[in-house]
């Protein structure tokens, strides 16, 4: 229990920090970068590129955010959530039509790391589920009685996640496919 309130603490003193910074955009902490680097200053510019890399994937998450329509194939979006923490960050909505629901959630962070944890999580989730092809994708279908669950391995690195406890097999995989999986991945 002592970690998960520690790391609570952790990710929101990292949210309080970059919103003390948040008026700055991603250029000036990189040109800052550049500047102390000439300078010689190695440790001023490596905590400025920090902000800038931090400034840039913010920049990134928010376009992901946007294609998160508020409608696709007659589902409603509701709220749209975003979490960023130790470099991975998740964005999630969940759509509703008629009494049925799905839930999106794209996880993803820096391409290296979170391609090599899509690729582990497909490799475990392969023997687990039935493989479809969804947009040129390959994706993973497991169900239980209730659940659905569609994962999907981005090229670029992380996984989008469709999943429904009332809404059919079927359904939730006409979704998917209506869904702007290539757009994510870019």
């Keep these: 229990m002592e970690i998960k309130y520690s790391a609570l603490l952790l990710f929101t003193l990292a949210g309080l920090s970059f919103a003390l910074h ?5 250029e000036q902490y990189c040109n800052s970068a550049i500047e102390l680097y000439k300078e010689g200053d190695i440790e001023g510019a490596l905590e400025e590129a920090r902000w800038c890399l931090e400034s840039l994937e913010q920049v990134a998450q928010a376009k992901q955010t946007e294609l998160f329509s508020t409608e696709i194939d007659g589902w409603v979006r509701g709220k749209v959530n975003q979490q960023k923490a130790l470099g ?5 909505a969940t759509y509703s039509k008629d009494d049925k629901s799905i839930k999106v959630e794209l996880t993803g962070g820096a391409a290296g790391s979170m391609g090599a944890l899509a690729a582990i999580s497909q490799l475990g989730m392969a023997q687990a589920g039935n493989k479809v092809r969804i947009q040129r994708y390959t994706a993973i279908v497991n169900e239980s009685e209730r ?3 569609i994962m999907i391995g981005l090229k670029q690195g992380g996984m989008l996640n469709f999943s429904s406890s009332n809404a059919g097999k079927d359904a939730v995989i006409v979704f998917a ?4 999986i290539k757009e994510l991945d870019q």
């Design 177 to 180: 496919k209506a869904f702007p």
């Design 147 to 149: 659940d659905i669950d």
């Design 88 to 92: 991975i960050s998740t964005i999630d």
């Design 22 to 26: 948040a008026e700055e955009g991603p």
